[in-house]
């Protein structure tokens, strides 16, 4: 079994920084990729950004130029280092992270618990 664990929601201003991780820890032999994800009110769930083990960057156009996701193989953490920030970011932003626990078998997808990221003055 794996855990994913986020840390760094919160309420920030439009136009304001946020720093969201994810650790993700228990049998794991590689995760590719890793991810977030986010789902606003009524809304279905949407990805932001993945990025592979070696580095490979996949952004949603809305959030393109402002979001950066970064990884530390080594922590087995990811994070997203979210800029000029809109109120429309508004939503609990999941991570995601498709785990082998041996090169033998196919990844298996989990999920974090979700944190919640509010932009409003």
């Known amino acids: 079994q794996v855990q994913l664990v986020e840390s760094g929601g919160g309420l920030v201003q439009p136009g304001g920084s946020l720093r969201l991780s994810c650790t993700a820890s228990?049998?794991?032999?590689?995760?590719?990729?890793m991810g977030w994800y986010r789902q606003a009110p009524g809304k279905e769930r949407e990805l932001v950004a993945t990025?592979?083990?070696?580095?490979?960057?996949n952004y949603a156009d809305s959030v393109k130029g402002r979001f950066t996701i970064s990884r530390d193989n080594t922590q087995n953490t990811v994070y997203l280092q979210m800029n000029i920030l809109k109120p429309e970011d508004t939503a609990v932003y999941y991570c995601?992270?498709?785990?082998?626990?041996?090169?033998?078998?196919?990844?298996?997808?989990?999920w974090g618990q979700g944190t919640q990221v509010t932009v409003s003055s």
């Open positions: 990025i592979t083990s070696g580095g490979r960057t």
């Open positions: 228990g049998r794991i032999f590689s995760i590719n990729p």
């Open positions: 995601n992270a498709e785990v082998r626990d041996s090169p033998w078998v196919s990844p298996v997808g989990y």
